[in-house]
Nanobody, 125 residues
Framework: QVQLVESGGGSVQAGGSVSLSCAASRYTYRSYCLGWFRQTPGKEREGVAQ???????IYADSVKGRFTISEDNAKQILYLQMNSLEPEDTAVYYC???????????????????WGQGTQVSVSS
């Protein structure tokens, strides 16, 4: 059973930075897609960024140039470096994994099978 555990959330002032980690264990897929999502109360889960097993990435327009997704394949850890944070970035952030190739038309929650429990990021103005 695949397990995903996020860490690194917290509170920060606008303009600051937060780094999230997601420890992914018990998967042995040769091809896979890893993603970061976020959700605020009453809203649908929003795709933030994804990376495939070849290292190709896709970002939501709202975070391009500010967030960076990366992966340590050997350690099976997914990262999200978030810079120049804005109050609008406040949300619960989730990591997700899906076996197979990434869907390149966008970062969509419906395309991912396994999910972490989420970590809160709060950005104050």
């Amino acid at each position: 059973q695949v397990q995903l555990v996020e860490s690194g959330g917290g509170s920060v002032q606008a303009g600051g930075s937060v780094s999230l980690s997601c420890a992914a264990s018990r998967y042995t897929y040769r091809s896979y897609c890893l993603g970061w999502f976020r959700q605020t109360p009453g809203k649908e889960r929003e795709g933030v960024a994804q990376i495939d097993s070849d290292g190709d990435t896709i970002y939501a327009d709202s975070v391009k140039g500010r967030f960076t997704i990366s992966e340590d394949n050997a350690k099976q850890i997914l990262y999200l470096q978030m810079n120049s944070l804005e109050p609008e970035d406040t949300a619960v952030y989730y990591c997700a994994l899906d076996p197979g190739v990434c869907i390149t038309s966008g970062v969509r929650a419906a395309d991912f099978k396994y999910w972490g429990q989420g970590t809160q990021v709060s950005v104050s103005s």
